[in-house]
Protein backbone atom coordinates (compact mmCIF):
# COMPACT_ATOMS: atom_id res chain seq x y z
CA UNK A 1 0.00 0.00 0.00
CA UNK A 2 3.18 2.44 0.98
CA UNK A 3 4.32 1.86 -2.45
CA UNK A 4 1.41 2.69 -4.43
CA UNK A 5 1.36 5.84 -2.24
CA UNK A 6 4.68 6.67 -3.48
CA UNK A 7 4.34 5.64 -6.90
CA UNK A 8 0.82 8.38 -7.09
CA UNK A 9 3.34 10.72 -5.27
CA UNK A 10 6.02 10.75 -7.84
CA UNK A 11 3.37 11.04 -11.06
CA UNK A 12 1.87 13.96 -9.29
CA UNK A 13 5.56 15.24 -9.56
CA UNK A 14 6.29 14.99 -13.11
CA UNK A 15 5.82 17.26 -15.82
CA UNK A 16 4.33 20.65 -16.27
CA UNK A 17 1.07 22.19 -15.68
CA UNK A 18 -1.07 23.68 -18.01
CA UNK A 19 -1.16 26.79 -15.77
CA UNK A 20 2.74 26.91 -15.92
CA UNK A 21 2.75 26.03 -19.60
CA UNK A 22 0.89 29.07 -20.66
CA UNK A 23 2.94 31.37 -17.84
CA UNK A 24 6.07 30.52 -19.96
CA UNK A 25 4.69 30.54 -22.97
CA UNK A 26 3.35 34.43 -21.96
CA UNK A 27 6.67 35.67 -20.80
CA UNK A 28 8.33 34.32 -24.13
CA UNK A 29 6.19 36.71 -26.01
CA UNK A 30 6.94 39.29 -24.24
CA UNK A 31 10.43 38.93 -24.59
CA UNK A 32 10.02 38.21 -28.18
CA UNK A 33 7.55 41.73 -28.99
CA UNK A 34 11.05 43.75 -26.87
CA UNK A 35 13.12 42.20 -29.24
CA UNK A 36 11.12 42.99 -32.24
CA UNK A 37 10.21 46.45 -31.68
CA UNK A 38 14.06 46.69 -30.77
CA UNK A 39 15.23 45.14 -34.09
CA UNK A 40 12.59 47.83 -35.86
CA UNK A 41 14.29 50.77 -34.35
CA UNK A 42 17.39 49.25 -35.30
CA UNK A 43 16.82 49.60 -38.82
CA UNK A 44 14.61 52.68 -38.66
CA UNK A 45 17.94 53.71 -37.26
CA UNK A 46 20.64 52.56 -39.16
CA UNK A 47 18.34 53.67 -42.18
CA UNK A 48 19.41 57.28 -41.08
CA UNK A 49 22.73 57.52 -40.37
CA UNK A 50 23.15 55.79 -43.82
CA UNK A 51 21.26 58.79 -45.29
CA UNK A 52 23.50 61.04 -42.98
CA UNK A 53 26.58 59.26 -44.66
CA UNK A 54 25.37 59.54 -47.73
CA UNK A 55 24.83 63.30 -47.49
CA UNK A 56 27.95 64.11 -45.71
CA UNK A 57 29.70 62.14 -48.81
CA UNK A 58 28.24 64.28 -51.30
CA UNK A 59 28.81 67.53 -49.25
CA UNK A 60 32.43 66.52 -49.52
CA UNK A 61 32.32 66.80 -53.32
CA UNK A 62 30.39 70.09 -53.17
CA UNK A 63 32.70 71.22 -50.69
CA UNK A 64 36.45 70.51 -52.42
CA UNK A 65 34.49 71.52 -55.78
CA UNK A 66 33.66 74.85 -54.24
CA UNK A 67 37.11 75.64 -52.48
CA UNK A 68 38.93 75.34 -55.42
CA UNK A 69 37.14 77.61 -57.21
CA UNK A 70 37.85 81.43 -57.76
CA UNK A 71 36.68 83.42 -54.74
CA UNK A 72 34.50 85.30 -57.38
CA UNK A 73 32.77 82.29 -58.86
CA UNK A 74 31.22 81.33 -55.40
CA UNK A 75 27.65 82.65 -54.71
CA UNK A 76 24.76 82.49 -53.07
CA UNK A 77 21.39 80.41 -55.23
CA UNK A 78 18.27 80.37 -53.80
CA UNK A 79 17.24 77.31 -55.75
CA UNK A 80 17.70 73.61 -55.33
CA UNK A 81 20.18 71.93 -57.37
CA UNK A 82 20.27 68.17 -57.84
CA UNK A 83 24.00 66.34 -56.77
CA UNK A 84 25.88 65.65 -59.87
CA UNK A 85 26.91 62.49 -58.31
CA UNK A 86 23.34 61.30 -56.81
CA UNK A 87 22.18 58.13 -59.17
CA UNK A 88 19.22 58.00 -57.01
CA UNK A 89 18.38 61.60 -57.42
CA UNK A 90 17.10 61.62 -53.69
CA UNK A 91 19.49 64.31 -52.97
CA UNK A 92 19.54 67.82 -53.82
CA UNK A 93 21.97 71.22 -52.56
CA UNK A 94 22.16 74.85 -52.75
CA UNK A 95 24.54 77.37 -51.02
CA UNK A 96 23.70 80.10 -48.94
CA UNK A 97 25.24 82.20 -46.46
CA UNK A 98 28.17 83.10 -48.75
CA UNK A 99 30.31 86.23 -46.83
CA UNK A 100 33.56 87.52 -47.89
CA UNK A 101 36.08 87.28 -45.11
CA UNK A 102 39.62 88.67 -44.46
CA UNK A 103 40.71 92.12 -46.37
CA UNK A 104 39.31 94.02 -49.16
CA UNK A 105 39.63 92.52 -51.82
CA UNK A 106 38.72 89.14 -49.79
CA UNK A 107 41.07 86.77 -49.23
CA UNK A 108 38.57 84.25 -48.49
CA UNK A 109 34.80 83.00 -48.11
CA UNK A 110 32.60 81.05 -45.95
CA UNK A 111 29.43 79.79 -47.23
CA UNK A 112 27.41 76.91 -45.93
CA UNK A 113 26.37 74.24 -48.50
CA UNK A 114 22.43 72.80 -47.30
CA UNK A 115 21.45 69.06 -48.72
CA UNK A 116 17.82 67.94 -48.85
CA UNK A 117 17.00 64.38 -48.68
CA UNK A 118 13.72 64.23 -50.30
CA UNK A 119 12.62 60.78 -49.85
CA UNK A 120 8.47 59.81 -50.83
CA UNK A 121 8.09 57.24 -47.74
CA UNK A 122 9.02 60.33 -45.58
CA UNK A 123 6.52 63.21 -45.13
CA UNK A 124 8.99 65.94 -44.19
CA UNK A 125 12.14 66.69 -46.66
CA UNK A 126 15.12 66.33 -44.37
CA UNK A 127 18.02 68.94 -44.32
CA UNK A 128 21.47 69.13 -43.15
CA UNK A 129 23.67 71.99 -43.11
CA UNK A 130 27.71 72.32 -43.53
CA UNK A 131 29.77 75.20 -43.49
CA UNK A 132 32.94 75.58 -45.71
CA UNK A 133 35.81 77.82 -46.57
CA UNK A 134 36.97 78.71 -49.68
CA UNK A 135 41.02 78.42 -50.47
CA UNK A 136 41.75 79.85 -53.30
CA UNK A 137 42.30 82.95 -52.32
CA UNK A 138 44.81 82.02 -49.28
Known amino acids: MQSDNMTNEKLKEQGFTLIEIII ?3 ILAFGLLAMASMQVMAIKTNGKAN ?9 MDIMEKLR ?3 ISTISEFSSWSPLPN ?3 GLYQ ?16 KTFDVEIKSSNSNVLNDKTIVFTGISTSGI
Open 68 to 70: TDT
Open 24 to 26: AMG
Open 93 to 108: YKVKNVMDQGLSPANY
Open 86 to 88: DPS
Open 51 to 59: RITEASTFN
